[in-house]
């Protein structure tokens, strides 16, 4: 999958780890990217040059993880913070590829992950109070174990978007939120995603394309 002289993004997230200890092990001559701190202090100890910023030329091949993903390849990545920053990798990707356990892909996205939205801190509390309107969404600001916002790498706070029912609507929800004065980014990924490496936990894996996908 991944070929010599190729210029491969890794994102964050345990998996993508894994598959980073396979790129140190095999040797190849690769251009590597990551917008994951995690990942690039991983590839620092393989002996691996990782960049934090993308590349001016496309990406061959990014990988990622995910939350949630649906059966369409819509994916949710809530919990790392850094869905912004891995949202520019993958838009400069030839393809996208997520690795991921299977029990992860259902038909709707999972209700019990937040749409997560990355907020300029001053623009926190519009947005919270503009999404609790809605009957069916409950927001909250992210916050650490001692109580204080917590910050992504660019310094901004992040709100939890739950659904009171299901998903179904996300799309429409996420064109919304998107265009509110302060919503620098969220974490859901549509129309992004071009593959997924999906794996039983006999460790048999699938291997899903979008544009054969019913």
Not at 65 to 80: F, V
């Amino acid at each position: 999958m991944i070929k010599p002289h190729q210029v491969i993004s890794l994102g964050g997230g345990s998996n993508v780890a894994q598959l980073t200890q396979a790129i140190a092990a095999a040797k190849l001559p690769l251009q590597l990217f990551s917008p994951s701190n995690d990942t690039r202090q991983l590839g620092a100890k393989l002996k691996l040059q990782i960049a934090a910023q993308p590349p001016v030329s496309a990406i061959d091949l990014a990988f990622d993880g995910c939350d949630s993903l649906n059966q369409q390849l819509q994916a949710l990545k809530s919990r790392g913070g850094i869905h912004t920053l891995e949202k520019i990798f993958a838009a400069q990707a030839k393809r996208y590829c997520i690795l991921a356990p299977r029990s992860r892909m259902k038909a709707q996205l999972d209700p019990a992950l937040p749409l997560t939205l990355e907020v300029i801190p001053p623009a926190s509390n519009q947005v919270i109070n503009w999404i609790s309107q809605f009957n069916n969404y409950q927001p909250q600001l992210r916050k650490t174990a001692t109580g204080t916002p917590q910050l992504t790498i660019n310094g901004n706070q992040l709100v939890d978007c739950y659904a009171t029912n299901d998903w179904q609507h996300i799309t429409e929800f996420n064109q919304k939120i998107s265009q509110f004065n302060g919503v620098v980014g969220t974490s859901y990924f549509e129309n992004l995603v071009t593959e997924a490496l999906l794996f039983d936990p006999d460790e048999k894996v699938h291997y899903l394309r979008k544009d054969e996908l019913k």
